[in-house]
Structure formats: C-alpha cells, structure tokens
C-alpha cells in the first residue's frame, strides 16, 4: 500500500497538470486577438447610394406625367416612360437623377428630374449585418452617425449564450481587418467606452461563450 500512495499522487500531479494546461489554452483561446476600433470613425462625407429594392419617387418638372414612383428592380434596373432599364444601383439619388435628364432629353425639351428614395436599404456592400448570437441576427442599412449601440438597439441585445465581448468586426472599408468589440460591457454593464462608430459594410460575429 505504501509504494501504491506515490504512483497515486503522480497521477493526481498529472491529472492537475493536465487540468491547468487546458485551462490554459483555453484561457488563451478567449483572448481578444484583435484590437479594439477607434471610438469615432464616423464618415462625414458618405453619401446613400441606391440599392435593389429601394423605391425611388422620380418627379420631373412641367410634367407629372412622367412622375412617379419607381421599385429598383433585383439586377439594380429601374423601368419607367421613355425610360427604360436604367442601371440604379450604386447611384446616389442626384447621379440617377442626371442619368434620367440624359434618357428623357430624348424626347423632352430641357428636363428637370428630381429623385426621392422611399424605403431604403442600400446595397448588400453599404449594409450592417450582424450574426452569431444577437437576439435578432439580420442585416441592416447603414445610418449616418451609426454606431454599436444604435445597432444593438435594432437587433435587440444579444442572447444569454452570447460572449459578446469576444465579438468580431470585420472592416471592409478597411480591407476586411478586424476588431474585437466589448458588446457585454456596453449592454450589461453600461459602459458607454464600450461604443464605437459603425461604418458601411461593418460585420458584426457574435460568438457563443464556452461556459
């Protein structure tokens, strides 16, 4: 029994070894491994550009029979009198509104067109989408002046299983890189140094937490 005691404790020596090592590396594989974004990186001189299934109301001046309202159609064109198949997407509501002159000229004296965007939500590139554990995972237009918490707001928080301040930012207006945000810290814990500017074509990877 005396020379069983050691080989039991070398045994519990490795089995605590075993238990630290994995602590370890787990412990690791929670680190942020991405710095935090800048808190204010706002874009003051972006400007809404025109998605699919934005509605457009076109008003040309002198003739309210060529005004109306218009769907931006899933290939980005739009159809309209004396106008037809007009590439929409990506164009800012003054850009389609001078490419409409140009079409209309054709067949009216001196154009004036006036374009108002009605149910926006901006092209796939320019949107917010947020996955993994928020409570509303969904993809979002980009707002002026948008930031964390304004989006945490729409999608309504994240899940109790969420690790939120683990959670990803991918950039691509910065070439995809990366950021680790602190979501758990803005939302349950109210610290207002958690919140960040939003850019458009921000993702938002929620991951769920291990334990």
């Known amino acids: 029994m005396r020379g069983a005691i050691p080989g039991v404790m ?5 089995w605590a070894a075993g238990i630290a090592a994995s602590a370890a590396l787990i412990g690791c594989s929670l680190t942020p491994k991405h710095p935090p974004p800048p808190t204010f990186a706002a874009t003051p001189d972006w400007r809404y550009v025109i998605g699919t299934g934005d509605s457009v109301s076109v008003m040309v001046w002198r003739n309210p029979e060529l005004s109306m309202g218009v769907p931006v159609r899933p290939d980005g064109r739009l159809t309209m009198p004396l106008v037809e198949d007009l590439m929409a997407l990506g164009r800012t ?11 209309l000229a054709k067949y009216v004296r001196d154009p004036m067109v006036t374009v108002i965007v009605s149910g926006a ?3 796939f590139t320019e949107q917010i989408r947020i996955l993994g554990e928020a409570t509303r995972p969904q993809a979002i237009p980009y707002r002026q002046d948008m930031t964390l918490l304004d989006l945490m707001i729409v999608v309504g928080g994240i899940t109790d299983f969420a690790d939120g301040n ?3 930012l991918v950039r691509g207006a910065e070439q995809g890189k990366m950021y680790t945000l602190r979501i758990n810290d803005l939302v349950k814990r109210g610290d207002i140094s958690a919140n960040v500017d939003l850019k458009p074509g921000d993702i938002l990877i929620i991951p769920q937490s291990w334990f």
Request: proline share 9%; glycine share 4%.
């Open 93 to 103: 509501p003054t850009e389609l509104a001078r490419d409409i002159e140009k079409e």
């Open 10 to 14: 070398r045994r519990l020596v490795l």
């Open 166 to 168: 683990r959670t990803v």
């Open 121 to 123: 939500s901006g092209p």
